[in-house]
C-alpha cells in the first residue's frame, strides 16, 4: 500500500512538471490520445492547429509530434527501467503509460482488487487520522482509469472516474466504523442537526477534532452497562 501511494505521489508530480511546459500541457488533458508510432503513422493521428487558433500559437501535426516525442522522452528518462517503445512508440495516451507503470510494478488495478478494502482495519497504535489517510488513498487508487482494463457494465469507461460526494461518505462511514462500531450512531445523534444540510464528508473535519471525547463517551456508556449488570 505504501509503495503505492509513492508511486501515485511521483505521478502527480511528474504530471505538475510536464504541465508547466506549455507543448505538453494538451498531451496531459484527460481523453486525449494518439497512436502507436508506427511507418504507417507517424503523425500518430495529431493533426495540426486551424485557422482558430492564434498564429503565434498554432503548431503543425509534425511539430505536435516533436513534442510528445520530447514529453515521453522525458518520461522515460524518470522511469528508465520501463522499456523506450513501450512509452515512446507504444503509448496511445497519457493514461495509457501509467498503467503500463502500474502494471511494471504489480500495481495495476483489477475488479477484485477492490475487495482487498475489506482488509483494512485499524492496526494496533495507529493513529485514527492514518486509518482514514490509507482508506482515503485506497479508493482513489481504484478509481476506474478510462481506456484501463477494468469494464463496468461492459464498458471502459471514457473518462477518469472522479471521488464523488458519496463515496467521501463511505470513506467517511468506513472510517468512523472501523475505530469503534458504535462511533457512526453517536455521530448521527450528536450532529443530528448538521447533518440535516450537510453531507457527512464535510463534517469530518469537526469529527475528527471531536473524536477523542466521542470514544470517550462511547466507553463511559459500555462501563455503566457493565456495572449496571453486576
Known amino acids: 500500500m505504501k509503495q503505492l501511494h509513492r508511486l501515485e505521489a511521483w505521478r502527480q508530480n511528474l504530471h505538475y512538471t510536464l504541465s508547466l511546459d506549455q507543448n505538453f500541457a494538451a498531451f496531459l488533458v484527460d481523453g486525449f ?46 522511469y528508465p527501467i520501463i522499456s523506450r517503445n513501450t512509452i515512446i512508440k507504444n503509448s496511445t495516451s497519457i493514461n495509457s503509460i501509467w498503467q503500463s507503470i502500474r502494471l511494471h510494478y504489480g500495481f495495476q488495478s483489477t475488479g477484485g482488487h477492490f475487495l482487498d478494502f475489506n482488509s483494512i482495519f485499524l492496526e494496533p497504535n495507529e493513529r485514527p487520522e492514518d486509518l482514514f489517510q490509507r482508506l482515503a488513498s485506497f479508493i482513489e487508487n481504484n478509481l476506474l482509469c478510462a481506456g484501463g482494463n477494468i469494464h463496468h457494465y461492459g464498458e471502459v469507461p471514457e473518462v477518469d472516474e472522479e471521488l464523488s460526494p458519496s463515496l467521501e461518505n463511505l470513506i467517511v462511514l468506513t472510517w468512523l466504523r472501523l475505530i469503534n462500531r458504535d462511533l457512526p450512531n453517536l455521530v448521527k445523534q450528536r450532529y443530528g442537526t448538521e447533518l440535516r444540510s450537510k453531507t457527512l464528508a464535510s463534517l469530518k473535519p469537526e469529527i475528527s477534532q471531536a473524536l477523542d471525547s466521542l470514544l470517550d463517551e462511547i466507553h463511559s456508556a459500555t462501563d455503566a452497562k457493565v456495572y449496571g449488570r453486576q
Do not use: F, S
Open 33 to 78: 490520445t494518439w497512436l502507436k508510432k508506427t511507418n504507417a503513422n507517424p503523425l500518430r493521428g495529431i493533426a495540426g492547429d486551424g485557422e482558430e487558433v492564434a498564429e503565434a500559437n498554432r503548431r503543425t501535426a509534425t511539430q505536435k509530434c516533436t513534442h510528445l516525442d520530447l514529453m515521453l522522452g522525458q518520461i522515460v528518462n524518470y
